[in-house]
């Protein structure tokens, strides 16, 4: 998992520089500098969301099927859960609309 993370660390901060330097090229065009940050921040927003919802997903629907192999009368429940992980990819969805919609 570390050097996941490690690369998930670089590509961020690869892509923060980036940007640092495309605004220092565009010194006229300030007026698009907002709404590309806006659109950079919405993908960031959502894409962000779905990648933690589908790591959850990963542990709880493996939990789950180990539950409902031993017990089906869990499965309901196990439902509930996934439906909670679920949500953080929702909550991402609806904050990308708020932050396109400003």
Do not use: P
């Given at each position: 998992m570390k050097p996941f993370a490690l690369l998930l660390l670089t590509a961020i901060v690869s892509l923060s520089a980036a940007t640092g330097f495309a605004f220092?090229?565009?010194?006229?065009?300030?007026?698009?500098?907002?709404?590309?940050?806006?659109?950079?921040g919405a993908g960031l927003a959502f894409g962000l969301a779905a990648f933690g919802a589908g790591i959850g997903l990963g542990y709880v629907g493996s939990a789950g099927l180990a539950v409902i192999s031993e017990n089906p009368?869990?499965?309901?429940?196990?439902?509930?859960?996934?439906g909670m992980v679920e949500s953080i990819a929702i909550y991402?969805?609806?904050?990308?609309?708020?932050?396109?919609g400003q």
């Open positions: 220092a090229e565009e010194a006229a065009a300030t007026s698009s500098d907002s709404g590309s940050l806006k659109i950079l009368a869990l499965q309901s429940k196990v439902f509930i859960f996934v991402g969805i609806v904050m990308m609309f708020i932050i396109l």
